[in-house]
């Protein structure tokens, strides 16, 4: 169980500026995380997410530099606790991908604003909070 | 047919006359693979025509084709039916050509061979095939355009109006005075959305060509090509949808192609129809250069072209400029 006093520090990737903007906003109502970072390549996400030692990557998977599962898998080489959490619309394939890169876990963008605050409080183990899924 | 003793053959004037005016090679062989008579197409041996009587198949022609035509004579005569074989071979005329040979029995110890030159209907078949193919991948490559520009606009618009909706609910609670903001916002991305979706529709088939024909759908490629364009002439009437399909995509690869390699100061498009057929011209006074063989533009023009019955030329000399011609028929059945 993650301490109820120290938020999950959450680095957003996502190449549409504008976009992850509106995810950080949505997660800024959440006390239980916090963003520490937005990225917008591959690259920068993990750059960021190293440096500032987040405890999970929020992370789109078509970007420019590298990609996002070429970032994840650089990410869980260099952090292996960290969790990445795909936030994309991509198709199943390369969802599986992800996960053969090591993503923890995938929220499809259309359900983000219902889906994406209970998938990170779960990650964090929030006991009543759905997990992450793969639809 | 030629004798093999020099003496008359049995058959009449006529049925000479009938032998030699077919478009294929007759042979008469003997069970060991010697040549006994020759008529028909004799362009199409493999040795001089004075040469070949009287001669063996393994003495004319080379070890793997003499083995397999004689393999093919000898299962005629044995199972008293039609055996076929098939070679390639350079005839003594100097040409490589790829040949059907039908053997039927003729006698206990002898066949009838008709080799037909299979080579330009092969050829035919062999581009058929490859144009086909090429016609389902630039299918799959526009299915994956579409795929890509959904993905990445419209669909990426609408989460992030939906995103701004949720939002939009959250701060009727917390801080209102935000609302507008996010609804602006909001609006403004459902606007865009919408733009890329009709672009994206535009991009597969213009409805102001289905609505109104060639000439306004002509007009607005033109208006929104990246260098001077001039319609000069265009049909009154409408044509068959797939004929004016054809034209508004023609003349779009080539203003967009002229854009791309041509550094032409104008450009014009002629389209004609006489009834039957459809010629359309576009010409640019540019550089010029341009390979049909090796732009895959041009090739898929062609295959669009070819699958309607019709033919396209490219004239690019370098330094003249490049003009693109192509007619179309109208009663293609495809249509």
Known sequence: ?135 | MTAMDGLPTPVDARHKALLDALPDLLLRLRADGTYLEIGGDTSKLANPPAEVVGSTAHELLPDDIADRLMSCVRSSLEQGTLATVEYTLRTHLGEEREFEVRVAPAGPDEVVAVVRDVTDLRQAMRDLTESRARIVAAGDAERRRVERNLHDGAQQRLVTVALHLHLVKRRLETDPAEVPQLVDSAQTELTLALEEIRELVRGLHPRLLSDRGLEPALSGLAERALLPVEIVETPAERLPPAVEAATYYLVAEALANAAKHSQASRVTVRVSANGDRTTIEVADDGVGGADPETGSGLRGLADRVAALGGGLAVASEPGRGTTLRAELPHDNPNQ
């Not at chain 1, 420019?64 to 394939?93: H, S």
């Open chain 1, 1 to 135: 169980m993650w301490p109820e006093s120290t938020p999950l520090r959450v680095v957003i990737a996502d190449d549409d500026e504008r976009y992850a903007e509106l995810i950080a906003d949505l997660l800024h109502g959440s006390p239980e995380l916090e963003v520490i970072g937005i990225a917008k390549d591959g690259e920068e996400a993990v750059q960021l997410a190293c440096w500032q030692d987040a405890d999970i990557v929020l992370m789109d998977i078509d970007m420019p530099r590298i990609d996002g599962i070429v970032a994840t898998r650089l990410v869980r080489e260099a952090r292996p606790r960290m969790c990445v959490l795909m936030l994309t619309g991509a198709d199943p394939d390369r969802i599986q991908e992800a996960r053969d890169a090591g993503a923890t876990g995938y929220v499809n963008k259309l359900h983000a604003p219902a889906d994406l605050v209970p998938a990170l409080l779960a990650l964090c183990g929030a006991p009543a909070a759905p997990a992450a899924h793969a639809d």
